[in-house]
C-alpha cells in the first residue's frame, strides 16, 4: 500500500510539474527571445579536436599534448575516447582544446588509470538529439575517430553530450525518449565492445545567463529530459548514465553565462573520471575483445 501511495505520489507530482512548465511558458518563451538576441556567441578552440594526454613517471599529473591525426599511430596499451555531442563536445566555453571536457576527460584518466589516453571530439553547437542521430547514422567526423578505426582500433569509451539544445527547442518527451533509445541503439552497433556514458543534462536552473522565471522552467526541463534518459540508459549492459552537477556557490561558466569555463571543465571531468576509472578495459581484456 506504501509504495502504491508513492507511486500516486510521483504521478501526481510530475503532472504537476509539467502544469507549471507549461503554464510558466508564455512569459519564459519571451524571456527567452531577449536571452537568445543578447547571448554571447563564443567560438570553438582553434584547431584540432584530439590529442593524447601521458602520464609522468613517477607523477599523478598527466601532460595533455594536442596532436594532429596521424603524428603516430595509435599504441596498443593507450586508451581511447571519443566525446560526442553538442557545444559541450565542440569545446565551447573554452579557449584552448587542452581546456575543454575531451581533453580534461583524457587527462583525468591518464591519472587514475596509469595509461595514456587518446582522445578525440566530435561536436556541433546546436545539435539537437535528433541531430546527433543523423550524425551518428552517417558516421561520426572526428579527427581521431577515423584514424583508430581505420588501424582496428575503436574507442574503449565513448562520452555522449547531448540534451540541452532539446531542452531549449522545447522537443516533447515522447519525442525524446524515443530518440535516445535509438541512439543509445545505434552507438552499440557502432561500438559494441565500448564503454558508452550518457552526461546527465545539467541543473540549468543554475545557469547564470537566463532570468527567472526561464531559469526555473529549464531546470524543470531539464529534470524531465534527465529522468527519461536515465531510464533509457541505465539497464544496458556497458552504458553509464552520470549525473551532471552544478555548484550553485561555484557554477565555473565562462563568458556567456551557458558553457562551462576550463574550470568548469576540469572538475566535470574529475567527476566523470571517478566513474569511469574502475570500468576501464585492462589491455588483456581488451586485446582479446580485438582478436575475437
Known amino acids: 500500500m506504501n509504495q502504491a501511495r508513492r507511486n500516486r505520489s510521483g504521478v501526481q507530482s510530475g503532472r504537476a510539474a509539467r502544469l507549471l512548465f507549461w503554464t510558466s511558458l508564455p512569459l519564459a518563451a ?15 578552440p582553434p584547431g584540432i579536436g584530439s590529442g593524447t594526454a601521458r ?21 596498443a596499451t593507450a586508451l581511447r575516447l571519443l566525446v560526442v555531442g553538442d557545444s559541450i ?45 543523423l550524425r551518428v547514422t552517417g558516421g561520426v567526423t572526428a579527427a581521431g575517430a577515423e584514424w583508430w578505426e581505420e588501424s582496428g582500433a575503436p574507442p574503449d569509451v565513448v562520452l555522449v553530450s547531448i540534451g540541452v539544445n532539446d531542452v531549449t527547442g522545447l522537443t516533447r518527451l515522447r519525442h525524446w525518449s524515443r530518440a535516445i533509445t535509438e541512439l543509445a541503439d545505434r552507438l552499440r552497433r557502432r561500438w559494441p565492445r565500448a564503454v558508452i556514458v550518457f552526461a546527465g543534462l545539467p541543473e540549468m536552473e543554475h545557469f547564470p545567463l537566463p532570468p527567472q522565471p526561464l531559469k526555473y522552467c529549464l531546470g524543470l526541463r531539464a529534470r524531465q529530459l534527465d529522468r527519461l534518459l536515465a531510464t533509457a540508459v541505465s539497464p544496458r549492459p556497458g552504458m553509464l548514465h552520470v549525473e551532471t552537477r552544478v555548484d550553485p556557490e561555484n557554477p565555473a561558466f565562462c563568458a556567456d553565462g551557458f558553457h562551462p569555463s576550463t574550470e568548469g571543465y576540469a572538475a566535470w571531468a574529475e567527476a566523470l573520471a571517478q566513474r569511469l576509472t574502475p570500468l576501464m578495459p585492462s589491455d588483456d581484456t581488451r586485446n582479446r575483445s580485438i582478436r575475437s
Open 30 to 44: 519571451i524571456q527567452g527571445l531577449g536571452v537568445r538576441r543578447r547571448a554571447l556567441q563564443l567560438p570553438p
Open 55 to 75: 602520464p609522468e613517471p613517477g607523477n599523478a599529473v598527466a601532460v595533455v599534448a594536442d596532436s594532429e591525426p596521424g603524428d603516430a599511430r595509435p599504441r
Open 89 to 133: 563536445a565542440a569545446g565551447i566555453g573554452a579557449t584552448a582544446w587542452r581546456g575543454t571536457l575531451a581533453s580534461c576527460l583524457a587527462k583525468a584518466l591518464a591519472a587514475t588509470t596509469g595509461r595514456s589516453v587518446e582522445w578525440a571530439a566530435s561536436g556541433r553547437s546546436g545539435d539537437s538529439v535528433a541531430d546527433l542521430l
